[in-house]
């Protein structure tokens, strides 16, 4: 399936692999329609978009908030895949999160997902797809990964349900190992360099990965029409490392 002319809602779109498959969408002649809780990082992202002369529009909405995601879905109308990257989350043991952390990791990684399959399907083009980015954490867990590994977990077993609902649409989910993103940022340069490194020695291709890795993986998962209800895990071998 060519994506030329083909219209992508990414829910995460403003940041790391979201706007790394963008990028690689309009690159191709397809258009996006990123969506993020921050006006301004979507804005800058639709501007570096259009200097790569993509067509490419946003809406601002936390993906939590069902009224706001319905109502974001029917200002974009008809489109052809979606794929839901959001993640707001924090890497600490049970003990030291509290309960609004947990609330705002469920927020994206949970409720993105589930409100954007129960009100985002009705305009979808029914042979696009849907795809979902779950995480290594819930094959190779560690401290500090409880609740991630639980929605990353969760997450895999909705999607594979939800390919039978919705069919023949069809459903996938990507699973990332740790991969050199914004997402990172709250680590000091020294300490993401130092934990890059650190999992680059355990990992079998010896290095993390890029967006631009897991971008070009979710691209081939939307373009094959014959894979549905599959994880592809892209982790640089991490699952049997
Ligand atoms: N990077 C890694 O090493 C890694 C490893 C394993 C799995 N993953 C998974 O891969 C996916 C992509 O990760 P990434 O590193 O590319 O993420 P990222 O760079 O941190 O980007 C996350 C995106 O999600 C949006 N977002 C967060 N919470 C949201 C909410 N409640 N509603 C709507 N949008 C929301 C953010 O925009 P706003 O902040 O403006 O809302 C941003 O556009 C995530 O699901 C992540 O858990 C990543």
Not at 38 to 66: H, I, M
Not at 111 to 126: D, E, M, Q, S, T
Request: glycine content about 10%; proline content about 3%; hydrophobic content about 50%.
């Amino acid at each position: 399936m060519s994506i030329t002319k083909q219209r992508f809602v990414i829910i995460g779109g403003s940041s790391g692999m979201g706007l790394a498959l963008a990028k690689k969408v309009v690159q191709a002649g397809g258009e996006v329609v990123l969506c993020g809780r921050s006006s301004s990082k979507l804005e800058a992202a639709v501007s570096t978009l259009a200097e790569l002369g993509g067509v490419a529009s946003y809406q601002a909405f936390d993906a939590s908030v069902s009224q706001d995601v319905i109502n974001a879905f029917i200002a974009i109308g008809t489109y052809d895949h979606l794929v839901v990257t959001a993640a707001d989350l924090t890497f600490a043991p049970l003990a030291q999160l509290n309960t609004n952390d947990i609330q705002r990791m469920l927020n994206s990684k949970f409720w993105g997902p589930v409100n954007a399959a129960k009100y985002g399907l009705n305009l979808i083009n029914r042979k696009g797809s849907v795809t979902f980015f779950s995480g290594l954490a819930a094959y190779r867990p560690a401290v500090g990964t409880t609740i991630v590994a639980a929605l990353n977990a969760g997450l895999e077993g909705f999607a594979m349900a939800l390919a039978l609902e919705v069919k023949p649409l069809r459903v996938n989910v990507i699973s990332p190992g740790v991969v050199d993103t914004p997402t990172w940022s709250f680590l000091s340069d020294e300490e993401r360099v130092g934990l890059f490194d650190d999992v680059a020695k355990g990992l079998p291709v010896g290095h993390v990965g890029r967006a631009e890795d897991l971008a070009g993986a979710a691209l081939s998962v939307v373009e094959n029409p014959f894979i549905n209800a599959t994880v592809l895990h892209v982790d640089g071998g991490g699952r049997v490392a």
